[in-house]
């Protein structure tokens, strides 16, 4: 194969139509950036399951004036049952102090909360953390010092469905913008087919092998796709330094939000770049064997 | 070389048939002429024997290969042992007198050696030395058919077709072309030459063979074009 010769041809297509070139590329990159935050949202939520899931599943928040005993009994009833796997007090100091670490970059809202503002309360594990409604019953609200029993699970899941639909939402439009950008590609290599119909024909009449003559298009829809990720994969590193790493510094350093990693961006990109290549070439081939003549 | 078998051709869009029952052979160094008026089934009779196109019944043979039964992937490779040349030239018109022949050659992975040796050779058989770094629009129509003839014989086909090569060309041009042709006949290729033109027909006093309505209507060595033009 002379790689002169194809790579001269690329080119020149390239050029030919460079408007459509221009379109396919933005269309790509639009497209695999999508899939790449998509990606980069799904990473997040499984570290954030992390973060949260295996801290607390049902808090009980106790009255301010709840009495001793009535705090040992709860305790005890803890300890003795055989639904819970660990449990933790949290005191008032406490549960400021964790309330003061969490937000630390929002002076202005800890200067606002009095110390003794947040109630004292017991953190509880579950052997089974679906067996929420067992506890529920077993301290009801407003008794013996109850001021609330609450199912941080139930709460984790309602987070959760929120940011699996935002990364659904954004793969969905990710899939409506490749189908644009297959579209796109296939047009344009209608184009440049059209464009190049003298040389093809000649080459089909000389006995050039299949190959020989669909490569060049191949070849310019893959460096296409290409761009296109080189795109995307710049769009997730600006939108990684300059959104994620300075808006959401502070929940990011409270730990409610995990960081986006560089080791995530570069886990990412070589299924980006596969992605445009692939579905460039394929589309170009698929249209190459429907639609033209070579 | 050449051989038809009871070839009949449909074309999905017209209720005649293009080529009807057609039998004939052409062997190894014949010089044939292809006569009949527009419609007759000429560019038909091309077309099968390149295999653009499979006949609708009948067997259709090149260099002893049944083009009916041959796969996809090795029609490039009868194509390299024919050789086209058409009545609109068909060069590329970005591209030099000896990049236009050179091409034919790098598009089936010629070494870049043979293609510098073998690309001068044949445009001095053509007569077009010194005129290697033209573009075509720069050549008159006669100089451009030897390019292209260049091109089409450059890979020394056993087979040359020509669809009307010198339609385009005055009277005596096209005499210059069919000297060309006939020098690339004396070589051992095969000529196929479809042509209108009965003052070359009847110079030439060649093999013809008259489609008429896609049937053989005459079939003369040394004939000339006939009476009822």
Redesign the interface.
């Known amino acids: 194969?002379?790689v002169n010769?194809v790579l001269s041809e690329v080119a020149a297509g390239l050029r030919r139509n460079l408007t459509m070139t221009v379109a396919m590329i933005l269309t790509t990159g639009i497209s695999l950036g999508l899939m790449g935050t998509g990606l980069l949202i799904a990473n997040m939520i499984g570290d954030m399951r992390e973060i949260y899931y295996d801290k607390v599943q049902v808090s009980i928040y106790l009255t301010d004036d709840v009495s001793d005993p009535q705090r040992d009994a709860i305790a005890a009833a803890l300890e003795g049952s055989p639904e819970v796997r660990n449990y933790i007090y949290e005191s008032k100091a406490e549960a400021y102090e964790r309330f003061t670490q969490q937000f630390q970059e929002q002076p202005a809202l800890i200067a606002n909360t009095p110390e003794d503002a947040l109630p004292e309360s017991f953190r509880v594990e579950l052997v089974n953390p679906e067996r929420y409604e067992v506890i529920a019953q077993e301290f009801p609200v407003g008794e013996n010092g109850v001021e609330d029993v609450r199912d941080e699970g139930d709460f984790l899941d309602r987070l959760f469905s929120l940011l699996n639909g935002a990364r659904n939402a954004t793969i969905a439009v990710a899939v409506v913008q490749a189908l644009a950008s297959l579209l796109l590609i296939s047009n344009s290599i209608q184009l440049a087919a059209f464009n190049r119909r003298?040389?093809t024909?000649?080459?089909?009449?000389?006995?050039?092998?299949?190959w020989?003559?669909q490569l060049p298009f191949i070849l310019e829809a893959a460096l296409a796709g290409l761009i296109g990720a080189g795109l995307a994969i710049g769009g997730l590193v600006l939108t990684k330094v300059l959104f994620v790493d300075k808006t959401l510094a502070g929940p990011i350093k409270a730990g409610i939000i995990p960081p986006v990693d560089w080791s995530a961006i570069a886990a990412i990109s070589p299924i980006i770049a596969a992605a445009g290549v692939g579905l460039a070439s394929v589309a170009a081939y698929v249209t190459l064997r429907l639609y033209v003549r070579l | 070389m050449i051989e038809l078998q009871h070839v009949t051709k449909i074309y999905p869009t017209s209720p005649r048939p293009a080529l009807d029952d057609v039998s004939m052979q052409i062997d190894k160094g014949e010089f044939v002429f292809l006569i009949g008026s527009s419609g007759s089934g000429k560019s038909t009779f091309l077309r099968l024997l390149l295999k653009e196109d499979n006949p609708t019944k009948g067997v259709v043979k090149v260099n002893d290969k049944n083009l009916g039964t041959m796969s996809k992937w090795q029609v490039p490779k009868l194509r390299r042992t024919m050789g086209c040349v058409f009545q609109d030239f068909r060069l590329l018109r970005n591209k030099t007198v000896a990049e236009n022949v050179a091409f034919a050659l790098e598009v089936i992975n010629k070494p870049q050696r043979t293609i510098k040796r073998v690309v001068p050779e044949v445009l001095e058989m053509v007569g077009l030395e010194g005129k290697e770094n033209r573009l075509p629009n720069e050549l008159s129509g006669g100089e451009q058919q030897r390019v292209a003839i260049a091109r089409a014989f450059v890979n020394r086909p056993l087979v040359l077709l020509a669809d009307e090569p010198t339609g385009n060309l005055d009277p005596e041009t096209s005499q210059d072309i069919m000297l060309l042709l006939e020098r690339i006949n004396r070589t051992g290729t095969t000529v196929v030459m479809a042509t209108h033109d009965y003052h070359i027909v009847d110079s030439m006093r060649r093999r013809v063979i008259e489609l008429n309505d896609g049937v053989v209507s005459r079939d003369q060595s040394r004939g000339v074009y006939g009476v009822g033009r």
């Open positions: 194969m002379r010769f003298n040389e024909n000649i080459m089909r009449l000389v006995g050039a092998s299949r020989y003559t």
